[in-house]
Structure formats: structure tokens, C-alpha cells
């Protein structure tokens, strides 16, 4: 069964382009011209993986990739004009897994897209039994055998990069990780992997799990080194 891709691309050469691409990768893809399409086509196909443009008229990529997180974790790939910083933080503060910066070549598209799909195919741990480790005196709970997170008995709606980080933590509980561990864990074959990416989805990740997120008590910075979850 191929995997199915959305592109909403309000260009109509480029998504036509797109598409041609990545039929001939034998991906099943649906398209759409903005977010309010993107959105509709997106409850109608059910994809895999959405790749969103940022400027579009009627609903642009960053609302529709906020309205997409409310109920799906789906990898959604965002595409950013060359220069244009604040999109690409602002896309990815919305909860887009990655970014592409137009013009882009087809090889480096489709890595990106292997990439995402890789790691949504992928287990997030091994074996059968079910860890799950509690914080806080039980207000924050990480059940990595449900693949849920919860605080104070409410579900915490995490992207699968904040779920990736998130669980790779937990793994190792008061340990410290490197910067560059924590990237080869989360991003191992993906060049999205960067330190700048990695404190961004930490500041995503406190701003769920923390009652102050300027004074953490869960994931805390272990300065020069990297980061840990704490046991409390």
C-alpha cells in the first residue's frame, strides 16, 4: 500500500511539479491550493505525511498547520522562501516537524520526506512492556507502552519530534545527554538534526510539561552539556 502525501502549494507550477515527483516514488499524493483545501483534503484522504506552504491566501500554512496539531500528529514538512527566518521558527513553533527553504532540489525533498515517514513508521521503543514513569509526585506521567503523556490526568498533545525527545529522556531518567546525543537520537539520519532545532523543541516541550517554563523543573539545561529529565 503506497503512503499517501498532501501538498498544499497555492503555486500551481510548483505543486504540479511536486507531484510529478513524487508519483514518480510511487507515493500516492492529494494537493491542494491553501489551508481551507488543505484542510478538507486532509479529513477526506487521511495522508501520511503533509507537505505546507507557508504564504497562501484564504488560510495560510502556519494556521492550518496549528489546526492540523489540534487532532493529528501526521509529519508535516513546511515550506519557507530563502531568507525568511521567522517563518521557519514560526512554522515550527505551530508544530511542523521540518522545514524546506525554497528553491529546493528533488533529491533534498525527498530525503526530507524519508526522513519524516522513517520515523512515523518507527517504534518508539523496543520490546512489548510497558514503561511508565511517573514525576512530580504523579503530575506528570510518561507512559511510553500507550505512547501518551499526561499532566494532571490531562493528555499533553505532543508533534512526534516532541514525542521522539520526550521518550528519549525518559529512557534514561537523571541521566545527562549531550547536545549531539540528544541529536543523533531524535534526527538520526536527517539534517534538521541541529542544536538551534534541538533547544527549540525543548522550549516546545516545557511550555507543555512545565508549570513555569522559564524555571523548569522536569527538563532541566545542564549547562555545557546538554539536557536531563529529572527524577523528583
Known amino acids: 500500500m503506497p503512503e499517501k502525501i498532501l501538498i498544499v502549494e497555492d503555486n500551481i507550477s510548483m505543486r504540479r511539479s511536486i507531484v510529478r515527483l513524487l508519483e514518480q516514488e510511487s507515493y500516492q499524493v492529494f494537493q491542494a491550493a491553501n489551508g481551507e483545501e488543505g484542510l478538507r483534503e486532509y479529513a477526506r484522504s487521511s495522508p501520511d505525511m503533509v507537505i505546507m506552504d507557508i504564504n497562501m491566501p484564504h488560510m495560510d500554512g502556519l494556521e492550518a498547520t496549528q ?56 517504534p518508539e521503543h523496543a520490546g512489548e512492556q510497558s514503561m511508565v514513569l ?6 506528570l506521567i510518561i507512559d511510553r507502552g500507550e ?49 538551534q532545532n534541538l ?8 511550555r507543555k510539561i512545565e508549570p513555569d517554563p522559564e524555571h523548569p523543573k522536569y527538563l532541566i539545561t545542564v549547562r555545557g552539556v546538554g539536557y536531563t529529565l529529572a527524577e523528583l
Not at 525554497?102 to 533534498?108: L, S
Open 67 to 122: 489546526r492540523l496539531r489540534e487532532f493529528t500528529g501526521v509529519p508535516i514538512l513546511i515550506l519557507t522562501v530563502r531568507g525568511a527566518e521567522s517563518d521557519k521558527v514560526a512554522g515550527l513553533d505551530t508544530g511542523a516537524d521540518d522545514y524546506l527553504t525554497k528553491p529546493f532540489g528533488a533529491d533534498e525533498l525527498l530525503a526530507r520526506i524519508r526522513a519524516l515517514l522513517r520515523r512515523r513508521r518507527a
Open 134 to 139: 511517573r514525576l512530580g509526585a504523579g503530575e
Open 147 to 195: 505512547q501518551r503523556v499526561l499532566l494532571k490526568g490531562q493528555l499533553v498533545r505532543l508533534t512526534p519530534i516532541e514525542t521522539r525527545l520526550m521518550f528519549v529522556l525518559a529512557e534514561r531518567p537523571g541521566e545527562k545527554f549531550t547536545h549531539k546525543e540528544l541529536r543523533m537520537l531524535v534526527w538520526p539520519h536527517d539534517s534538521a538534526g541541529t542544536t
Open 199 to 206: 533547544k527549540l523543541f525543548v522550549l516546545y516541550l516545557r
